[in-house]
């Protein structure tokens, strides 16, 4: 079976939907706001910025997988959710009132940490909802959901910002948690089936036996192009953020809102057409757009230079987003299928994601202090066009295909020796 037992109340799936639009913005913190609040109000050089990122980013690396194989072993997921959200506002609240170096470095490094159980528990939640046969349809939705909320978040962090001075960001944020731990809080358990909550099939436990495979090249592939991809795409959004806040002065975090909101009012009709046609059409096809156009979005960097520009290119950023965020799970959950390891699978790729996301604000923020802004962008293209190969010719479909009732019937019947 692949479906739960009884559908799930109302009452539990708009309070998923509540958390789908609220905790991924939480989960980061102040996000790429944090950026224009360390190049602008603190003057630090886009190498003490990307040391920031870099060290937080890896600290949540090395506790994503175990995260996921944490997610598939509880029971009552969504409290773990609002646990991990009470971190981070702890952390926002203590980081706006003491901003030195080793203050934001360790409180973003907390937040990195406790961010990674969100994710693969939303999705495990959604998983154990809807199961298998409504699980593209509510990706897809969650990830539109998602983008909505990030631009009321957007908004509302630039308003603030720019009203009221760069400190109240952070507590904006802060009370944006509060209704997120109300939201996880009033998913009921009993709504959730557990074992399809971990990738498993209702009625039948996974193999538990240490020699039982639940991984394969398609997995590795994957994984390495998920790795390629966020090297290159993460440090755009963050050299962006630098470029901007150096040529807007005040009037910064009013430019990167609104490239935040167009990237995700993009995100929102592209999630939602993903998630409707993912079980009609092959899963490759659909990912290698995803790919195509962050090369293209790094090379028309170098000829953007007003803030207008650069943020104008936030559609493409959209339209890679919303692809990438939906079909990475989906094609995950096709690899994983059955095995119980849904969640642990989706922490490692979490892992090679972080993993990309921090070398590239490293390396790219080194670039950018060495050489300048125009190398850091053509370095991230060419990265960019690595991944787009390997997934091109190296990555083989995924969707899953049951046989037809004939063929099934077929392969049930006995075998008969011919007279």
């Excluded at 609220?22 to 003490?48: C, E, H, K, N």
């Excluded at 593209?136 to 939705?141: K, L, S, Y």
Aim: aromatic share 8%.
């Amino acid at each position: 079976m692949t479906a739960p037992s009884s559908a799930p109340s109302r009452r539990s799936l708009r309070s998923l939907d509540a958390l789908a639009f609220l905790a991924p913005d939480i989960q980061g913190g102040v996000g790429p706001f944090l950026i224009v609040f360390m190049a602008g109000t603190l003057a630090w050089d886009p190498q003490r910025i990307g040391t920031v990122m870099f060290v937080s980013a890896l600290v949540g690396l090395v506790v994503q997988a175990p995260a996921g194989a944490l997610i598939d072993s509880v029971r009552h997921k969504p409290r773990w959710i609002a646990g991990a959200i009470a971190l981070i506002a702890a952390c926002l609240v203590v980081m706006a009132n003491w901003p030195g170096y080793g203050v934001i470095l360790a409180g973003q490094s907390l937040i990195g940490a406790a961010g990674t159980l969100v994710a693969p528990a939303i999705a495990a939640i959604s998983l154990g909802m809807v199961g298998r046969a409504g699980l593209d349809a509510r990706i897809g939705r969650n990830a539109a959901i998602t983008a909505g909320g990030t631009v009321l978040w957007a908004l509302g962090t630039g308003w603030v910002g720019h009203a009221f001075g760069p400190h109240a960001m952070f507590f904006y944020a802060v009370a944006m948690a509060l209704p997120t731990m109300a939201a996880a809080m009033l998913i009921r358990q009993r709504d959730v089936d557990p074992l399809l909550a971990r990738g498993a099939d209702t009625g039948h436990e996974p193999d538990a036996a240490p020699s039982a495979r639940w991984y394969d090249r398609r997995l590795l592939v994957l994984l390495a192009c998920a790795f390629l991809f966020h090297l290159a795409n993460a440090a755009m959004l963050t050299l962006v953020a630098q470029k901007v806040g150096t040529q807007a002065g005040t009037s910064a975090t009013l430019w990167l809102s609104g490239g935040v909101i167009v990237t995700q009012l993009v995100t929102v009709p592209i999630a939602l057409a993903v998630g409707r046609w993912a079980p009609r059409l092959a899963r490759k096809p659909i990912f290698l757009v995803g790919f195509a156009v962050l090369p293209v979005r790094g090379l028309l960097y170098l000829l953007a230079d007003s803030p207008a520009a650069l943020l104008s290119l936030q559609v493409l950023d959209g339209i890679g987003a919303g692809i990438f965020g939906v079909m990475l799970t989906l094609m995950i959950g096709d690899i994983t299928r059955g095995s119980g390891h849904f969640n642990f699978a989706l922490g490692i790729g979490a892992a090679c994601v972080g993993l990309g996301a921090a070398l590239s604000n490293l390396a790219a923020g080194a670039v950018a202090h060495l050489a300048g802004y125009d190398a850091a962008f053509v370095m991230l293209a060419a990265v960019a066009l690595a991944g787009l190969a390997l997934f091109a010719f190296a990555m083989p479909e995924t969707r899953y295909r049951p046989r037809s009732m004939p063929d099934a019937l077929a392969a049930r019947a006995p075998t008969t020796s011919a007279p």
